[in-house]
């Protein structure tokens, strides 16, 4: 569960630039809801997914996520139990590794990584096991380079 509590976020704070991006913003997910955010140009939806991963701190309240407080985690910290998926499908790979290296970073993200082997035999099968059901047959192209993707393929 992810309980949003009265968080606000002011930018530029005490000069002629000052935003009041977030004021006040409360409310409550139950894990496996499906949510939309919506409002117009300016109005706070990125500033929110923001704040809630982590990219900054924000001024006042606070993010709980299983009942555990995560407001004063830093993104990386947060990274480990929140992931995003960003509109534009460029955003968040490596176009000139493979599919399965993007999957491995992917995999990683958050933890603490080694300099061992990027992308084993058994995480190669683990990932064909993975993309197997989006039937869009990524298992058969786990070498390839993700780049040469479509973008709702990078998105799935």
């Known amino acids: 569960m992810l309980k949003i509590n009265n968080i606000q976020k002011t930018f530029n704070q005490g000069t002629v630039n000052q935003v009041y991006a977030l004021q006040g913003v409360s409310f409550t997910l139950e894990e496996g809801s499906f949510v939309c955010v919506l409002g117009t140009n300016g109005s706070g939806k990125?500033?929110?997914?923001?704040?809630?991963?982590?990219?900054?701190?924000?001024?006042?309240g606070t993010i709980v996520l299983d009942g555990v407080n995560i407001t004063g985690w830093p993104e990386h910290k947060r990274a480990r139990y929140i992931g995003r998926v960003f509109q534009n499908p460029l955003?968040?790979?490596?176009?000139?590794?493979?599919?399965?290296?993007?999957?491995?970073?992917?995999?990683?993200?958050?933890?603490?990584?080694?300099?061992?082997?990027?992308?084993?035999?058994?995480?190669?099968?683990e990932f064909s096991q993975m993309v197997r059901p989006l039937n869009m047959d990524l298992e058969e192209r786990l070498d390839n380079p993700i780049g040469k993707l479509s973008g709702g393929q990078r998105q799935a």
Request: net charge positive; no cysteine.
């Open 46 to 60: 990125s500033t929110l997914l923001n704040a809630v991963a982590g990219s900054f701190s924000v001024d006042e």
């Open 91 to 125: 955003s968040g790979t490596a176009p000139n590794m493979t599919i399965g290296e993007n999957l491995s970073l992917a995999m990683k993200r958050g933890k603490s990584r080694g300099l061992g082997r990027g992308l084993s035999n058994k995480m190669k099968e």
